[in-house]
């Protein structure tokens, strides 16, 4: 499937820095021709001065609310498609990394449908134009099988505003 980033928004607050490392979201509106999807990136730092390990799939915990702070309803969507194995990374002292956070099996409305597709966490919402607030939790836990220096721990990461506008519903 064919895909073009169209529009790339960072979260100007990283989270408190948490056994050296801190956190915060990246958005990229991707055009997948059939339809729209928010790609949703979690940005990691490492503020220690030695090597920090991490997971590229950490459990990942969502909320969406509307512009008047009421939760936002999820979408049922279908999810089909391969589920790709965990992989570990290692970030260097003063740099940082960006991780994948959206689930992207999830099944796209189609233009026609007047939405865009947001899929993170066991959760996925059609958004319609407006505004909306985005609240993410990611959990890095013990893995039994990863590295001995892995970092484990949550970020409550800052929350991120989504808008969707009508312009943004007419690309082709």
Known sequence: MPRESIRRTVANAWSESINGLSGRLCVELENLKPGLRHAIYLELKNHSLNPITV??????????????????????????????????????????????????????????????????GEKSWGLRPGKYTLEIAAVFKYEENGPKNQWIGQFDLPQFEIVVTTEMLAIQ
């Open 55 to 120: 997971i590229n799939q950490p459990r990942v915990h969502a909320e969406l609310f509307d512009v008047t702070g009421k939760p936002v309803s999820t979408s049922g969507f279908p999810i089909s498609g391969p589920i790709h194995k965990p992989q570990w990374a290692v970030i260097p002292r003063d740099a940082y990394i960006g991780l994948r956070l959206d689930t992207q099996i999830v099944g796209m409305p189609t233009r026609e449908y007047g939405m865009i597709l947001i899929a993170v």
